[in-house]
């Protein structure tokens, strides 16, 4: 059984910079579906980006130019470079993996399709 611990997060002001990292365990997360999800209290949670197994690469249009999701395999660990931060990214950041999506073309950009979660990290963007 995977299990995802999520790092990186803090406070930072306005048009600043973080990466979140998500460490697995348990298992290989190799070739499985892997996004990042972000929630705002009172909120749904919401996706921010996903990455295939095998390559394709989804952005929320708030993400998309800013955000950078990656994945390093051999250290069974997912990043999300985050760049000109504002306030509207303030959230808790949540990794995710869908392991019944092994090495698929997309992932599903649902949070409820995604089995696995970490514990979430802060971000907090003051102006």
């Known amino acids: 059984q995977v299990q995802l611990v999520e790092s990186g997060g803090g406070s930072v002001q306005a048009g600043g910079s973080l990466t979140l990292s998500c460490a697995a365990s348990?298992?290989?997360?190799?070739?499985?579906?892997m996004g990042w999800f972000r929630q705002v209290s009172g909120k749904e949670r919401e996706e921010v980006a996903t990455?295939?197994?095998?390559?394709?690469?989804s952005y929320t249009e708030s993400a998309r130019g800013r955000f950078t999701i990656s994945r390093v395999d051999d250290k069974n660990t997912l990043l999300l470079q985050m760049n000109n931060l504002n306030a509207e990214d303030t959230a808790v950041y949540y990794c995710?993996?869908?392991?019944?999506?092994?090495?698929?073309?997309?992932?599903?950009?649902?949070?409820?399709?995604?089995?696995?979660w970490g514990q979430g990290t802060q971000v907090t963007v003051t102006s």
């Open positions: 995710a993996a869908d392991m019944t999506r092994v090495w698929s073309i997309e992932c599903s950009r649902r949070p409820g399709d995604f089995g696995v």
């Open positions: 348990g298992d290989s997360i190799r070739g499985a579906c």
């Open positions: 990455v295939a197994g095998g390559g394709t690469i």
